[in-house]
């Protein structure tokens, strides 16, 4: 099976930088997902990692250590948009081309001013 | 390009009933996966569809099933409705499994 945490909830100031960790427990790890959904949205792509190190993307980033099944994911400069669900997600092959994604329960991120 | 689409946006239903639910994926991608979200929690799996065969399947009853057809979009369907089953259905696309798009849901109610 798969196992995957993240904090519930996080608040941030305008500006600042936020770093959201996620850890995760899985056999036939083949990637982490990072997802944005804002409330009654759908999940937006933000971030894959799928060897160890750092993936930046303009103000995100993206952190993955296999050996520990640990990944965090680095908002920079935070906006009152960033306000969001951020969704941590595990790809494991089952079969062939076959694969599925299972999510954390989600960060909620309160950017106040 | 269009994203992935999803119909209906909202529905209501009664205990009991069936329902159908409908994706088209981006063109071009020939993998599709449907995903339950109830409130406050993440998505979970449900299907994976590649090439109209089902790849994957979650921890989910019988009286969900799903289907792809030859134009790649996909259908889910629900039978004997529960309150349980009251949740956003999302569908996502992909090519191959790699980094999936996901669509605007459908928020589906069980009274």
């Known amino acids: 099976g798969q196992n995957i945490d993240q904090p519930t909830e996080m608040t941030a100031t305008e500006g600042a930088i936020v770093q959201i960790n996620c850890t995760y427990q899985?056999?036939?790890?083949?990637?982490l997902f990072w997802y944005q959904q804002h409330a009654g949205e759908a999940p937006t792509f933000l971030s894959y990692?799928?060897?160890?190190g750092l993936e930046e993307k303009g103000r995100f980033s993206s952190f993955l250590s296999r050996s520990k099944g640990y990944s965090y994911l680095l908002l920079k400069e935070l906006q009152m948009k960033d306000s969001a669900s951020y969704l941590c997600?595990?790809?494991?092959?089952?079969?062939?081309?076959?694969?599925?994604?299972?999510f954390g329960t989600g960060t909620r991120l309160q950017v106040t001013l | 390009d269009a994203g992935v689409t999803q119909s209906p946006t909202h529905l209501i239903k009664t205990r009991g009933q069936h329902v159908t639910l409908r994706c088209s994926p981006i063109?071009?991608?020939?993998?599709v996966s449907w995903y339950q979200q109830v409130l406050g929690q993440g998505p979970q799996f449900i299907f994976q569809?590649?090439?109209?065969?089902?790849?994957g399947r979650g921890n989910f009853p019988d009286r969900f099933s799903a289907r792809q057809f030859p134009n790649y979009s996909s259908e889910l369907n629900v039978n004997a409705l529960l309150l349980g089953d009251s949740a956003l259905y999302l569908c996502?696309?992909?090519?191959?499994?790699?980094?999936?798009?996901f669509g605007p849901g459908t928020r589906l109610t069980v009274t």
């Open positions: 569809y590649y090439e109209k065969e089902e790849r």
């Open positions: 997600a595990v790809r494991a092959l089952t079969t062939g081309t076959a694969s599925k994604l299972t």
């Open positions: 063109s071009g991608h020939k993998s």
């Open positions: 996502a696309s992909s090519l191959q499994g790699n980094e999936q798009y």
């Open positions: 990692n799928v060897l160890d």
């Open positions: 899985t056999s036939g790890f083949n990637g």
